[in-house]
């Protein structure tokens, strides 16, 4: 007679890897202008930040993949560049920059630079007033011009012919962003600089290379954290791919993080970042844009006019806890649904 394998799980087990956030003197609150730069997932949370009430600016370039072109924006900031004619390419009707997202072309050159120009002053002086510098580095891979080898920070969709694809060398990013750091903290010593890999795959070139392009990353980001004790990481890849480590977490492309995964990973930001009054800040300001979210089933309610100015009265007591805190939108928000309120009746 076969026998019977019986397993007994302990029911004190684990069936994840919970990972324990490094302890340091990184604190956000309110009170902090905070720059956002870098992948997708700086996109992300960027506009998380700006929910839960943060003075923050996102990516004001556009979406910036590699190191190199995350430092060169920084840089344009810092020194405020004036961007002329010779900085632009025409191809095909359109006007564009190498250093912008393809928002930026147009097919007037003047317009084109009237809306670079704002960018860069908009975010030189956002950069120059921050407190808080967040980069996310999404790959090691770049395209850089065929016809004289600048990396470029977006492609414009121009033909790939344009271009000469490669990986970059820890050594060469190290060499181009250690001396921009070291620049940086010689002038503003104070300023705080989180550094993250963004966990989002890049798959064009396949799994290993994926791995090899992260991997350079990850080696770049703990060389410059050595040099520089200004500079903190955030194990946000690793949040994704070892503690979460599910499909489950993933959208149906099976490479972007699912909202899902997306709020667990901010909620250990949270715990990384924040203060206990800020976490409350940010608790109440979700409770309040729940409200946003309601729909009455009658807007000419009683009922529903109580529960608006509810809602005006706790945003005015937030504001005046935290006189730091930008609610107008909120605040616009409501009032304007009482105004509807007020014409109907």
């Known amino acids: 007679m076969q026998g019977k394998i019986y397993v007994f799980l302990s029911s004190s087990m684990e069936f994840k890897t919970t990972i324990t956030l490094p302890k340091g003197s990184f604190r956000l609150n309110h009170k902090d202008s905070i720059l956002c730069l870098g992948s997708c997932f700086a996109e992300s949370v960027g506009k998380q930040l700006q929910l839960s009430g943060f003075n923050c600016l996102t990516n004001p ?4 993949y590699n190191p190199l072109s995350v430092i060169n924006a920084l840089r344009a900031m810092q020194q405020n560049k004036s961007y002329g004619k010779e900085d632009l390419f025409e191809y095909g009707g359109l006007c564009g920059s190498f250093d912008f997202h393809s928002g930026f072309s147009g097919r007037e050159a003047e317009e084109v630079l009237r809306g670079i120009q704002t960018a860069c002053s908009t975010s030189s002086s956002a950069f120059k007033s921050s407190t808080c510098v967040i980069l996310s580095f999404g790959t090691a891979w770049v395209y850089s011009l065929a016809s004289n080898g600048l990396i470029v920070s977006n492609c414009h969709k121009l033909p790939a012919s344009f271009f000469d694809r490669r990986r970059l060398s820890v050594e060469e990013m190290l060499e181009i962003t250690a001396v921009f750091f070291e620049e940086l903290f010689r002038l503003r010593p104070e300023l705080k600089v989180l550094l993250t890999v963004s966990p989002i795959r890049h798959f064009k070139d396949g799994p290993h290379e994926n791995t090899l392009s992260k991997a350079s990353l990850h080696l770049l980001i703990d060389e410059l954290c050595a040099r520089f004790g200004q500079l903190v990481y955030f194990p946000a890849y690793e949040l994704l791919m070892d503690d979460l480590r599910d499909y489950r977490f993933y959208e149906q492309d099976m490479l972007h993080p699912s909202a899902a995964a997306f709020q667990y990973i901010w909620e250990r930001f949270g715990e990384f970042a924040f203060e206990k009054y800020t976490l409350e800040i940010i608790r109440q300001l979700e409770q309040i844009h729940k409200a946003m979210e309601h729909k009455p089933f009658r807007p000419d309610d009683e009922e529903y006019l109580r529960f608006i100015k509810k809602n005006i009265a706790s945003l005015h007591l937030l504001g005046k806890r935290f006189p730091e805190l930008n609610l ?18």
């Open 61 to 64: 370039f556009g979406v910036l």
């Open 328 to 345: 107008a939108r909120e605040n616009d928000f409501f009032e304007s649904v009482l105004s509807s309120y007020a014409s109907s009746c």
